[in-house]
């Protein structure tokens, strides 16, 4: 109320400086005549809109009511906003011109605003999510034929599109640096060579839950996509150690590998890339429940040697013993999350050694670890500053009165 009195002037330059004139202005447009004012001189000039925020409430009226007063407009957000349809896509394609990024994740929309709109309005997008929207091949197809600029897109849960769309997007869209085709289950091997052939610049690739992926994709995609820093392989479970040997040996700036439930992966391959890529700071080797582990104390206790960068690690149900995280809380101190959950054989030694030396650990998962008891709770509880989060579901050895004792800081589930 006391800002309804400020000059419009001076709010249009508040609402720049703390980096949100809609938010600040808009949304308070109706306190006063200065903020009204300012609020229609700072749409003229806005040139980021996230209207995510506002998901159940913004409709094709609002979205359209935005875009049409935004003409320097190179960012929109519309995440989740389930109530926009092809009327508010069609409204930013012809107002937004100059439109780099363009969230349209989860919105209601389908293949003929894309057809029409954004093909032919959004000629300088650069990045664009379409991540959870029911569209086919064709839209991706008009998409990629006209914004050739396209650095990011993000297809994940688009679960009709097929090769023919990822195809497309490889031969039209050379400068692609980040695809998310997670959920996309009719994706094989074809569209993912055509991309490593022709997305040399490739460095972040989601293909998660793309079970009809094998090793002959991502072998194609070491050997030409130099750049390759991110991989997420969940639940592919055709993927064998020749796959990770290759991207080891080939992608020697990779960062983050997700290779959650690929049960052929063994402790060879493991060591193969811990001894390659010692840059690696994210790793998943999170192994089905149904079946027995294949990484064992051997590939950790390397992993622990020579990846010193490690920051997220998770062995959840992996056939370890105390010997792996003790090698892993000695040489992987900037651990800031590790999952040991239903590693059935780890003990307190296992949990204290991560209390002494991971000191910057805000996530620690322990579900189903029977064997530890309140003491190391206590101990990884008060010597882990940072940590924030701690699952100790099925650790029946941990009393409530020992749950008491934990600081408020951190959010506990179970036991």
């Given amino acids: 109320m006391i800002l309804a009195e400020f000059p419009s002037e001076l709010l249009v330059i508040l609402a720049e400086t703390l980096g949100n004139p809609l938010t600040l202005l808009v949304a308070n447009a109706h306190l006063s005549k200065p903020f009204h004012a300012a609020a229609c001189a700072a749409l003229a000039i806005l040139e980021d809109a996230d209207l995510s925020k506002w998901s159940r409430t913004v409709d094709d009226a609002a979205a359209a009511a935005v875009v049409s007063k935004c003409p320097q407009l190179s960012s929109l957000d519309l995440h989740r906003c389930k109530n926009i349809t092809d009327v508010a896509v069609i409204a930013v394609a012809s107002r937004c011109k100059q439109l780099v990024s363009l969230d349209l994740g989860f919105c209601n929309i389908n293949d003929a605003a894309l057809l029409v709109a954004l093909a032919s309005g959004c000629k300088k997008l650069t990045k664009l999510s379409l991540s959870g929207c029911e569209i086919t091949d064709a839209a991706v197809v008009a998409v990629a034929s006209k914004c050739k600029k396209l650095t ?17 997007v490889a031969f039209a869209c050379k400068q692609l640096t980040s695809l998310d085709l997670g959920y996309c289950c009719d994706i094989t ?76 992966i063994t402790n060879a391959a493991v060591v193969v890339l811990a001894s390659k ?48 995280v003790v ?60 940590l924030e989060e701690l699952d100790l579901a099925g650790c029946t050895n941990v009393t409530d009165a020992v749950i008491a004792r934990i600081p408020d800081r951190i959010c506990v589930c179970g036991p």
Avoid at 287 to 310: H, R, W
Avoid at 358 to 365: A, D, E, P, Q, T
Wanted: glycine share 4%.
């Fill in 277 to 324: 890529c010692e840059q690696l700071k994210r790793l998943d080797l999170e192994c089905d429940g149904d079946s027995p582990s294949n990484i064992t104390d051997e590939a950790v206790v390397v992993l622990a040697s020579e990846c010193k960068q490690l920051k997220t690690l998770s062995l959840y149900g992996c056939a370890i013993t105390d010997a792996a």
């Fill in 152 to 168: 990011k897109l993000h297809l994940s849960g688009c679960e009709n599109i097929t090769d023919a769309a990822v195809v497309a």
């Fill in 189 to 264: 091997d074809v569209g993912v060579t055509a991309l490593a052939l022709e997305c040399k610049q490739l460095k972040s690739l989601n293909l998660s839950y793309c079970t009809e992926i094998t090793d002959a994709a991502v072998v194609a995609l070491a050997s030409e996509c130099k750049q390759l820093k991110q991989l997420r392989l969940r639940e592919c479970h055709d993927i064998t150690d020749a796959a990770v040997d290759a991207l080891a040996s080939g992608c020697k700036q990779l960062l983050s590998l997700d290779l959650h439930c690929c049960d052929q």
């Fill in 327 to 386: 090698a892993l809380a000695s040489g992987c101190k900037k651990l800031a999350t590790l999952n040991l959950s239903y590693c059935t054989e780890i003990t307190d030694a296992a949990v204290v050694a991560v209390a002494s030396k991971c000191k910057k650990l805000k996530s620690l998962f322990l579900d189903g670890c029977e064997n530890i008891t309140g003491a190391a709770v206590v101990a990884v509880a008060w010597r882990c500053k940072k």
